[in-house]
């Protein structure tokens, strides 16, 4: 801290004078250091004492501690203030300290105090910093840390590291000692595993202790190549393959991608196989060859050396093909004789024999390769013999003969094979001829088919023989006189439905075969002959009976007869496909065609059919139906609907031969015929119909031969009318109100009701609207007799109004009156008061107030005061008179000015209510007027005069 104290001789000016400051305080006494740790100790000081001239220290004394040490060493204030103890807590140990203070008075320092030493106990260091990683190999780490930023006081003279194989548990007290020194840096021996975790950490040690452990440092080493796989092993082997296998590596922390199989060859190892599995199948090899076969494996970290070598042979197959047999002279008709000899490759093994096996004999047909499709037989098995003799054969027949070697794999693939054919003999007979299917003949003939010998004899057929013979006549056989080439005959001449017997003979160049076994035909009869002289025998509108004449039956029985029939159809219209139906019975020779459209033309045909078949038809024949009644009439439009009509228009409907006469309207069920004009036009106005109301309309037309059918029915509605005038029908009735409610007598969708009521002038006004049926009117009067009318409004517009109605409310229950007393006198006035029915004043009634006087009142001139004026009462008698009805509760009575004795009266009241009769009186109340007071003649004169003015303008 800078000293700004002042010289204490030096002064300054003030209104142009010096002034002195105060001496500076003495120099204290160095401070006192105790209680020293590792990182804190207690520093206290005092004031130095005063001298007996010396100023004393006041409240503003303070005192500035400086501190020097640390690391750097430096100097600075660490206390400033009135406190005489400081307690630093975060000093750093085994390092020397120095404090010295001084003290303020009135801001004047005085020198600092000696130097006061201490030094700070020492520690173990902090903990090192983070292990770091300089170096990585598959075996080794190399490691490295910083020395820790405090030792404690003391040199760091050792590290230590700590290690576990990454499975170990925390905390570090698991971890094994790996190596202790100065050095901070250290490659850990070659003796790790590859890709295996580790964990380090250090601690640092000084004279005093151990510091606690570092960060714990997890580090994996490098993966290593796989280790080199066993010799692949033979799991089968094959003719031309070898299927192998191979045990998995030790693989070193990175997986094994992928294998390789190299096979020796002539130009050393080759790669025979590349891929993931641990087996594989080597083909293309040779049979009962040995083979050398290495392995390898492969990771992301290298590829191990190639395995020992593994030696493995293949199997031996069988022999080759034997050359194709030769043939060795000439064939006889039952033999042929061949030259075997033995194939040129054995198959790794010996061969012990061969197998002979022969394909063709009477089965064979014209040509070899027909042949090669019958299945080969075996005729020998034994060793191969130079010259060997087939026997047992087929004369006439061509034949395949072939070879193969067997050893002790099996049979080897056959020879090619040698074609021969023993010497031709006359072909076997024939299959039994037979009836050309498809084909049932005529009655006159017949279509006779056959298929070639099954055994041709070793030579082509030439030529085919028939001989036929009539079964029923016990004939003998017929040979027909030319030879034929085909296997086929149409024989004609024959008589109907008889029965003849067949068979064939083959000749080639041998001779003649055996004829075949004899087939049984038989003829057919003809069909019938068509139908003659076709007429009508009745006609009507929808049907016609047609006759004819049965034809011949050629042969066969009648079984029933098919007409055909068909429209008549116009030049150029597309015709309609002929109908066809039939008569069971072959005795009837008439049919009836119903179903017909009257007044049209149809073509006739009528066929006969027996179980031969249908024969022809005959000629056509054209008939026409009488005239009908007409078809239904189109559907009814709705053209045009009214509130009450409905226009109508339809098609016409077809007349079927005679003109229209009339058409018939059915609407709801009720039938009406329609004006003739209505046959022109096809149009008729339906009239006198209900609104809002669904109509079913059909139509029906007539002709000459009768009425037709109703046509479709239509289903329409009229439009909505206006509402039809609503009843009015009392619900309740009180006394001032009336409750209503509207019936219309149809259901005609009102959306708006109006009710109007008869006023005193004989008018009709509005009273309510709205869309409710139910409605309440107030504020009548009680016992009063009321017209209404009312009327709806739809979507069609405002109705007329209903009936009018005459409802009353009820008569009212008018209460007697009651004085409100006493009578409250004001000077010469007496003020009289009443109350009535709250109800009875709300419903329009009336107060009628009555008075009578004593004999020294009668004649006297009374006054009333009705809203603030003065008016005369009609002269009182002994007997009530009515002085005034209205709805006033309260009213003053007071004689003339001139009056100047006392007026008894009596007075009483009652409730008057139009159209019914008024309710009792009160009860009656003495009224006691005061006389008026005698004054001066002249101002007597004057007052009455002024308030008989008054009074008489009022009246």
């Known amino acids: 801290m800078q000293d700004k104290r002042r010289d204490p001789k030096a002064g300054s000016r003030a209104g142009g004078e010096d002034v002195a400051l105060p001496p500076p305080p003495p120099e204290?006494?160095?401070?006192?250091?105790?209680?020293?740790?590792?990182?804190?100790?207690h520093v206290s000081w005092a004031l130095p004492p005063l001298p007996a001239a010396d100023l004393p220290f006041g409240d503003d004394t303070k005192f500035e501690l400086e501190m020097r040490g640390g690391a750097p060493p430096k100097s600075t204030t660490v206390a400033l203030g009135r406190a005489t103890s400081w307690h630093p807590e975060k000093l750093l140990a085994g390092q020397k300290y120095a404090f010295r203070i001084r003290v303020f008075r009135q801001t004047i320092p005085s020198s600092f105090s000696s130097w006061s030493d201490c030094t700070t106990q020492r520690t173990p260091p902090c903990p090192p910093s983070a292990i770091q990683i300089t170096g990585r190999q598959q075996t080794t780490v190399t490691l490295k840390w910083?020395?820790?930023?405090v030792d404690g006081g003391a040199k760091v003279t050792t590290y230590t590291l700590y290690w576990d194989e990454g499975d170990g548990a925390m905390p570090t007290d698991a971890f094994a000692k790996l190596n202790q020194g100065s050095d901070r840096r250290f490659k850990v021996p070659a003796t790790l595993s590859p890709a295996r975790s580790y964990r380090f950490f250090v601690t640092a040690t000084n004279t005093v202790g151990t510091s606690s452990p570092s960060p714990v440092l997890d580090c994996a080493t490098k993966a290593g190549a796989p280790d080199c796989p066993n010799p692949p092993s033979l799991m089968?082997?094959?003719?031309?393959?070898?299927?192998?296998?191979?045990?998995?590596?030790?693989?070193?922390?990175?997986?094994?991608t992928g294998y390789e199989v190299q096979m020796a060859g002539e130009f050393g190892?080759?790669?025979?196989?590349s891929g993931t599995e641990r087996e594989c199948t080597?083909?293309?090899?040779?049979?009962?060859?040995?083979y050398e076969f290495v392995v390898s494996a492969s990771s992301s970290a290298g590829t191990s050396k190639m395995s020992a070598k593994a030696a493995h042979t293949t199997e031996a197959s069988v022999p080759g093909a034997m050359p194709t047999p030769t043939l060795n002279g000439n064939a006889t008709t039952n033999s042929i004789t061949v030259t075997l000899k033995p194939p040129k490759e054995d198959g790794g093994a010996q061969v012990l024999g061969c197998i002979v096996e022969v394909a063709g004999g009477a089965c064979a047909t014209k040509n070899y390769g027909e042949v090669a499709k019958l299945p080969f037989r075996q005729v020998y098995a034994g060793p191969i013999l130079t010259e060997y003799c087939v026997t047992g054969l087929e004369g006439g027949c061509r034949y395949l003969i072939r070879a193969a070697a067997y050893n002790r794999r099996g049979t080897g693939a056959f020879s090619g094979t040698a074609r021969d054919s023993t010497s031709p003999v006359p072909p076997a007979a024939p299959a039994a001829p037979t009836v050309r299917p498809g084909s049932e003949g005529t009655s006159t003939s017949l279509d006779i088919i056959w298929v070639p010998p099954v055994g041709l004899g070793g030579s082509s057929i030439q030529e085919y023989r028939i001989s036929v013979r009539e079964c029923d006549h016990k004939g003998d056989w017929k040979p027909l006189a030319t030879p034929l080439k085909s296997t086929e005959l149409t024989l004609t001449d024959l008589a109907p439905a008889r029965t003849y017997a067949f068979r064939v003979s083959a000749k080639n160049v041998a001779g003649w075969s055996n004829f075949s076994a004899a087939t049984e035909c038989c003829t057919t009869a003809t069909t019938p002959s068509a139908p003659l002289d076709l007429a009508i025998e009745s006609v009507s509108s929808a049907s016609v009976t047609v006759?004819?004449?049965?034809?011949?039956?050629?042969?066969?029985?009648?079984?029933?007869?098919?007409?055909?029939?068909?429209?008549v159809t116009a030049p150029g219209a597309t015709a309609s496909p002929p109908k066809l139906l039939s008569v069971d019975n072959p005795e009837t020779t008439s049919f009836s065609l119903t179903g017909l459209d009257p007044d049209s033309g149809y073509c006739c045909r009528v066929r006969a059919v027996s179980i031969i078949g249908p024969g022809p038809f005959s000629d056509p024949f054209l008939v026409k139906t009488a005239p009908g009644?007409?078809?239904?009439?189109?559907?009814?439009?709705?053209?045009?609907?009214?509130?009450t009509s409905l226009e109508l228009k339809w098609t016409p409907p077809i007349d079927n031969g005679a003109p229209l006469t009339r058409y018939r309207l059915q609407v709801n069920g009720s039938t009406f015929d329609l004006p003739h004009e209505a046959l022109k036009s096809c149009t008729y106005t339906c009239v006198d119909l209900h609104p809002n109301e669904m109509y079913k309309l059909r139509l029906q037309a007539s002709n000459s031969v009768g009425d037709g059918p109703f046509g479709p029915t239509k289903?329409?509605?009229?439009?909505?009318?206006?509402?039809?005038?609503?009843?009015?029908?009392?619900?309740?009735s009180a006394v001032t109100a009336l409750k209503m409610k509207l019936h219309f007598p149809k259901a005609d969708a009102v959306v708006q009701m109006r009710v109007e009521v008869r006023d005193e002038n004989g008018s009709f006004v509005e009273i309510f609207s709205g869309t409710t049926k139910s409605f309440r009117l107030t504020k009548l009067w009680p016992a009063s007799v009321y017209e209404f009318r009312a009327c709806g409004t739809n979507t069609a517009g405002t109705g007329a109004f209903g009936p009018p109605a005459f409802f009353s409310t009820r008569t009212l229950d008018l209460p007697a009156p009651v004085f409100e007393g006493p009578i409250a006198l004001e000077g010469r006035c007496a003020n009289l008061s009443w109350t009535g029915s709250t109800l009875a004043e709300e419903s329009g009634a009336n107060y009628e107030l009555q008075i009578r006087c004593d004999e020294s009142g009668q004649g006297t001139r009374l006054l009333m005061k009705l809203d603030e004026d003065w008016l005369d009462v009609p002269p009182m008698s002994n007997n009530f008179a009515t002085v005034h009805i209205g709805v006033d509760s309260a009213i003053a009575l007071r004689t003339m000015l001139t009056t100047h004795i006392d007026v008894r009266c009596w007075a009483q009241v009652r409730m008057v209510s139009p159209n019914q009769p008024p309710g009792p009186f009160s009860k009656v109340v003495q009224v006691l007027i005061p006389q008026i007071p005698k004054q001066s003649s002249r101002n007597s004169d004057e007052n009455t005069d002024r308030l008989h003015a008054r009074t008489t303008e009022q009246i």
Not at 28 to 41: L, M, N, R, W
Not at 146 to 149: G, H, L
Not at 715 to 732: D, H, Q, R, S, Y
């Open 715 to 732: 289903t329409t509605t009229t439009k909505l009318a206006p509402p039809t005038g609503p009843m009015i029908e009392l619900v309740n």
């Open 269 to 273: 190892f080759q790669s025979v196989y």
């Open 282 to 290: 080597v083909t293309g090899l040779k049979c009962a060859t040995t």
């Open 236 to 256: 089968f082997p094959g003719e031309d393959h070898l299927r192998l296998a191979w045990n998995a590596p030790a693989c070193h922390g990175a997986s094994v």
């Open 146 to 149: 910083e020395a820790p930023k």
């Open 629 to 643: 009644t007409p078809s239904a009439p189109g559907t009814v439009t709705v053209c045009r609907a009214d509130i």
């Open 547 to 567: 006759t004819w004449v049965a034809p011949a039956a050629n042969g066969a029985p009648i079984d029933r007869f098919d007409i055909e029939f068909s429209p």
């Open 28 to 41: 204290p006494a160095a401070p006192i250091v105790d209680e020293v740790t590792a990182h804190s100790a």
